[in-house]
């Protein structure tokens, strides 16, 4: 495991989503999503939405799934799935912690 500081806890309030650029170890960027849900649980997933290549962090947060803005595919916080159409495929969702203030994401892990 490898984690990454992908940003701090002030960063988001419940119900925001941020993007972060962290980086495999192989080299490759990750896009990944930092979710806060309305519940105020952390949450990474894949930035990148199944449908069409928009950022998610971009979307709505509520109860535990965040809803593409471009066409409104929500995809679950814990598990990644595409909840609706359009999007059928899931996003990666990544192991994340918290550690003081830093937000900790380990993109070669996923849950
Ligand atoms: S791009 Fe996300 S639902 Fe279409």
């Keep these: 495991m490898s984690f990454q500081v992908a940003c701090s806890t002030s ?23 930092i979710v806060r849900d309305s519940d105020g649980s952390w949450h990474a997933l894949g930035d990148t939405c199944t449908h069409a290549d928009y950022s998610l962090a971009e979307g709505d947060v509520e109860d535990g799934a965040i809803e593409c803005w471009k066409h409104g595919a929500p995809f679950e916080l814990t598990t990644g799935r595409a909840l609706a159409l359009p999007a059928t495929k899931p996003v990666p969702v990544y192991t994340i912690q918290i550690d003081g203030t830093d937000v900790l994401v380990d993109v070669d892990s996923t849950l």
């Design 11 to 33: 960063d988001l309030a419940p119900a925001q989503a941020l993007q972060v650029e962290l980086t495999h170890a192989s080299g490759e960027p990750a896009l990944v999503a």
